[in-house]
């Protein structure tokens, strides 16, 4: 079946630095993608839709300016935190659709973690 | 504007004791689709059940099975015979039926059997 791959699982940054998180569908095109933000113990929160070849949409009180969305293809999108915080700290999970919008389907997900 | 309601935060329960996960859900759409998720420590989402709002039928697939009620917008998921392994957080989830539309998830029910 399709598959949502994300990469990296984990990742330590330092605060002011920039981390680059991937999303990538591996056997099916997907037009839009979306990327969720969990904090430990609570929900999915949807943070933005990221459409290909155009620019995300993003959820209220999302800093479009920080978390960088980057759709340049039919296969991938990616999630930039810029100028990281500690409490940028959290899991971040991407996900897409098949062209039907029959399924879900979810990346395993980042655990990113600001020092 | 589409919102999903678990109202238990946390339940614990004996092994071998059956438990009901409550999903109340709101939309205007006339046609929706509802989900069941699991999430383990590990974070990675385990997709249960997808539910078209056409489709009435309750299901059953081995210990799990869900009961779909329109008329009082509930997706009730039941574990028959809990195990130790089905401790996780369980999310119910709600979308739009287009593929460009993101799943709107409750806060999660976590579940904790013992032994």
């Known amino acids: 079946g399709a598959v949502v791959s994300q990469h990296p699982s984990r990742v330590i940054c330092k605060s002011g630095t920039s981390v680059k998180i991937e999303c990538r569908s591996l056997d099916f095109q997907a037009t839009t993608m979306f990327w969720y933000r969990q904090f430990p113990k609570q929900s999915l929160m949807l943070m933005a839709t990221s459409n290909e070849g155009s620019k995300a949409t993003y959820e209220q009180g999302v800093e479009k300016d920080k978390f960088l969305i980057n759709h340049a293809s039919l296969t991938l999108s990616t999630l930039t935190v810029t100028s990281a915080h500690p409490e940028d700290s959290s899991f971040y999970i991407c996900?897409?659709?098949?062209?039907?919008?029959?399924?879900?389907?979810f990346g395993q997900g980042t655990r990113l973690t600001v020092v | 504007a589409q919102k999903v309601t678990q109202a238990q935060t946390e339940i614990s329960v004996v092994e071998k004791e059956d438990v009901t996960l409550d999903c109340v859900y709101e939309?205007?759409?006339?046609?929706?689709?509802l989900f069941w998720y699991k999430q383990p420590p590990s974070g990675e989402l385990v997709f249960l059940i997808r539910?078209?709002?056409?489709?009435?039928q309750n299901e059953i697939s081995g210990r799990y099975s869900w009961n779909f009620q329109k008329s009082t917008s509930s997706f009730n998921f039941t574990i028959t015979a809990s195990q130790v392994v089905d401790s996780a957080v369980y999310f119910c989830a709600l979308s739009e039926n287009q593929a460009g539309t993101a799943l709107i998830f409750g806060k999660g029910t976590t579940l904790s059997v013992s032994s």
């Open positions: 939309t205007r759409d006339t046609t929706y689709y």
């Open positions: 539910r078209n709002s056409f489709d009435e």
């Open positions: 996900s897409a659709r098949d062209r039907q919008g029959l399924k879900a389907f």
